[in-house]
């Protein structure tokens, strides 16, 4: 490959890396989402993604403490210059992917990364142990849909919304925003439930379960879970979830699926819960 060429592959790479990079300019936006957060004078919170602090300084007039968390080298380096009496604005030039999240209780208002959305949000709510309070996300509008919608068909985000509220509030449009980007985005909260069906312990046997009735998620009830539950079993849950028996197995509500689970841990034998796969453990 010729000089020029190596030197067109870089230049593309950056430009195509800069405008992945659409920073809000619409102040009105900014302080909504601040105060869909509920940020209190006592809170810590994160932005990932800080860029050159359009979210990070208005939160710090707000919150205790504000880490901004930045992989670009140049917008981290804005963001330090910028900080002049902000003290309690913390600088982390670093992949939020790598970053040790706090280990007290947190808020995140960001405008994140599309391309790492799932990612982002998997770090945040794979393990209810991880003492995310509230979110408050700028995504692009088809995640945020895929999220929130009613039948759930991903075992993954089941799972996230036994222990967290996720709603899509309203729709972002692409001029609030520097560049525009080419597709619509949302303002997504997130919200740790106050009760919870299946304790928070139970999350990694209850991902098994939602895995493996979710295989096929047009399923009808009774033949999607025909390996975990005995037959009069099955009679008995129809009856106590108020379901009917051929529905999909993807209608069922985020409360049926959690007396599901529980009704599986007190009356299945221990042989017929479905496996924790190996992948879902986390490496101390
Ligand atoms: C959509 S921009 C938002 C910038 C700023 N928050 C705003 O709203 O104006 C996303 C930012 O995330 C940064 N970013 C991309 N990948 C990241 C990662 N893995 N960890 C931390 N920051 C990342 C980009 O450099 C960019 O500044």
């Not at 930045?70 to 963001?79: I, R, Y």
């Not at 009760?195 to 991902?207: A, E, I, N, Q, Y």
Request: proline share 8%; hydrophobic share 40%; with cysteine.
């Amino acid at each position: 490959m010729s000089k020029n060429n190596i030197k067109n592959r870089g230049i593309a790479k950056i430009a195509s890396n800069f405008s992945a990079q659409h920073l809000l300019i619409n102040q009105r936006l900014i302080h909504d989402l601040i105060d869909l957060a509920e940020i209190k004078p006592k809170d810590t919170v994160l932005d990932i993604g800080a860029g050159t602090g359009a979210i990070t300084f208005p939160l710090a007039a707000r919150a205790a403490n504000v880490t901004a968390i930045e992989s670009d080298p140049a917008f981290a380096g804005k963001l330090l210059n910028k900080l002049n009496e902000a003290t309690n604005i913390r600088v982390k030039q670093v992949d939020f992917l790598q970053y040790s999240l706090p280990k007290g209780p947190f808020t995140v208002v960001a405008n994140i990364p599309y391309s790492i959305t799932t990612p982002i949000l998997r770090k945040l709510l794979d393990y209810p142990t991880v003492m995310l309070e509230r979110a408050v996300l700028i995504v692009e509008k088809g995640a945020a849909q895929r999220f929130t919608v009613n039948s759930v068909t991903d075992p993954r985000i089941l799972k996230w919304r036994m222990w967290y509220d996720i709603k899509l509030v309203r729709s972002v449009p692409p001029h609030h925003f520097s560049p525009p980007p080419r597709v619509e985005s949302a303002v997504l909260t997130i919200r740790k439930k106050k009760k919870f069906t299946v304790p928070p312990h139970h999350h990694l046997r209850f991902m098994a379960l939602a895995e493996h009735g979710l295989q096929y998620p047009q399923f009808p009830f009774y033949a999607a879970l025909t390996d975990v539950f005995r037959s009069p079993q099955i009679t008995k849950l129809v009856r106590m979830l108020r379901i009917d028996r051929n529905q999909p197995i993807c209608s069922l509500t985020e409360q049926q699926w959690g007396e599901l689970f529980l009704a599986m841990v007190q009356h299945v034998e221990p042989w017929r819960w479905p496996r924790i796969s190996k992948k879902y453990i986390r490496k101390k």
